[in-house]
């Protein structure tokens, strides 16, 4: 057996495949911590009052982008074991879609705010129940689309407008991505309640590879239909 031929045999066996993508994650995991953590820490010493949702939203601002460089480095990691450079894609994902990636970030982060400032004055709203309803099918709305918004804007180049228009087309185009992707929420609301609101982020790398898996048939039109 000659050692070009053993190389490749190792790095595709099922452990190697495993073994890369625990790599990857946990390399993803690190980074993504790193880089959130101002607005991650800054969350910590915020307490629970309704004031202080503004200064939740700001707080996530470094969110974005780092999700968006999880994103760009776990679809562009190396299969091969013996070729791994997960920290390497991540800095240029992040450096590629820092300014793409905010100009969809924060206008979204600035709605939810609104959306979350009424729900936590509703009671003093005087406004009718149903009025709390469509509040929270917004917000689920706004998630699910940014949802997409990240996933073309960290792996294609396009204007923001045309972002925007793509996440809202590929909500009704492909409604099990979204399902998959609401899946997401509950799971990452569900650890919240049990933990902390922190966790989330600790699964952030995982949050980024179901994300990433639920929006293969959004990420397959987009380079067929709507790249050169």
């Not at 099918?137 to 180049?157: E, R």
Request: proline letters at 5%; one cysteine or more.
């Amino acid at each position: 057996m000659s050692e070009v031929s053993a190389r490749r045999r190792f790095g595709e066996g099922p452990l190697s495949r495993a073994a890369t993508l625990i790599y990857s994650l946990a390399v993803v995991e690190g980074l993504f911590l790193v880089t959130a953590a101002p607005g991650l820490l800054a969350l910590t010493l915020l307490g629970g009052d309704a004031a202080n949702v503004p200064l939740v939203a700001a707080c996530a601002l470094p969110l974005g982008p780092a999700l968006s460089a999880a994103l760009y480095a776990l679809r562009h990691r190396g299969r091969d074991l013996t070729d791994l450079h997960p920290a390497a894609a991540f800095w240029r994902g992040y450096r590629a879609n820092v300014r793409g990636v905010l100009k969809i970030w924060v206008p979204w982060l600035a709605a939810l705010a609104v959306v979350g400032t009424n729900l936590a004055n509703f009671a003093a709203a005087g406004v009718p129940g149903w009025w709390a309803v469509l509040l929270v099918l917004v917000a689920l709305a706004a998630m699910l689309w940014v949802a997409n918004a990240l996933v073309i804007t960290s792996l294609f180049a396009f204007r923001a407008v045309d972002v925007a228009r793509l996440a809202s087309y590929f909500l009704m185009r492909h409604p099990k991505a979204a399902l998959g992707n609401a899946s997401l929420l509950v799971v990452a609301g569900g650890v919240t309640m049990l933990a902390t609101e922190l966790a989330p982020a600790l699964l952030a790398s995982a949050f980024a590879a179901a994300l990433l898996w639920h929006s293969r048939p959004v990420i397959a039109e987009v380079e067929r239909d709507f790249t050169a």
